[in-house]
């Protein structure tokens, strides 16, 4: 499946499209690994991970030229992530939510507030506490494999699937586990344990988030999905984001124009 898609306009906007329909417009080159400063060593297959993650716009620093490799990963950012990833619903109007932490005009998190909605409508997470989400929250390893699995759909499988045996995992997530690990979508640390009740960090969550990605593109290698513009806002002098609503499988179908005033703007499409 086609992921990406650049378009250079005379303007000199350049629009970026994501696995999930989040398409991103900045006045330089799209962001990509070289961006942050702790991700200038990478070696050439991981930095493909992350340039791949980063330029669909499913990823983003923590700070000014900062990634944040290491950093623990927090609930809203893994809503983000699930649901561009998962290809979910997203409706980026939405200004309420049924959780009572979840709040819009949070600085630190509201962003995330439709991301929120849309993983809880698709059966991924049902929150942290009777009516909250907690947001801020860290997301332990096991947790991130129960969460990835039901995006892939495979909650019942892995409830019955033979559980690890590994002190480092919480008897309830044992067989989320073992088949995060047979999915390849997580691995085990060099002492062997899995560490499923450490806390998953941001380059745990972009590794495993990009092998979900890849199966669900697998899985669905000719979908094609009628999308229309959700919402779209100027955020900066030459850079204009854009929310469609839903998914793009095929970004060759895909047919950008700007206009300034009564006239359009003439463009040039790059897919990758």
């Known amino acids: 499946m086609k992921k990406n898609i650049t378009v250079i306009l005379s303007l000199a906007i350049v629009f970026s499209m994501g696995a999930g329909g989040a398409m991103v417009a900045e006045s330089d080159a799209a962001k990509d690994a070289s961006s942050f400063k702790d991700l200038k060593d990478l070696d050439a297959a991981t930095k493909a991970k992350y ?47 049924l959780f009572s932490d979840v709040k819009a005009d949070d600085p630190a998190n509201g962003y995330a507030s439709p991301y929120i909605e849309a993983i809880y409508n698709a059966g991924i997470t049902d929150g942290y506490a009777d009516k909250q989400f907690n947001p801020a929250g860290e997301v332990s390893k096991e947790q991130l494999a129960a969460f990835l699995l039901r995006g892939l759909k495979l909650d019942s499988k892995a409830k019955m699937a033979p559980g690890v045996s590994d002190k480092t995992v919480s008897d309830w997530a044992r067989g989320y586990v073992a088949l995060a ?56 002098a030459k850079s204009i984001t854009v929310m469609l609503s839903g998914a793009i499988a095929d970004t060759s179908k895909l047919k950008v124009s700007v206009s300034r005033g009564a006239s359009a703007q003439t463009s040039r499409r790059e897919v990758e």
Not at 212 to 231: L, R
């Open 51 to 97: 340039d791949e993650m980063i330029k669909a716009g499913i990823f983003d620093g923590v700070g000014d030229g900062v990634f944040g490799v290491k950093e623990k990963m927090n609930r809203a950012q893994f809503a983000k992530v699930a649901a561009l990833i998962f290809q979910l619903k997203v409706d980026p109007s939405l200004k309420s939510s």
């Open 181 to 236: 690990l047979e999915k390849k979508l997580m691995a085990s640390g060099p002492d062997g344990t899995f560490g499923g009740t450490s806390a998953a960090t941001r380059d745990v969550l972009l590794f495993s988030a990009y092998e979900a990605m890849k199966q669900v593109a697998a899985a669905k290698p000719d979908t094609v999905t009628n999308v229309s513009i959700a919402q779209a806002e100027a955020t900066g």
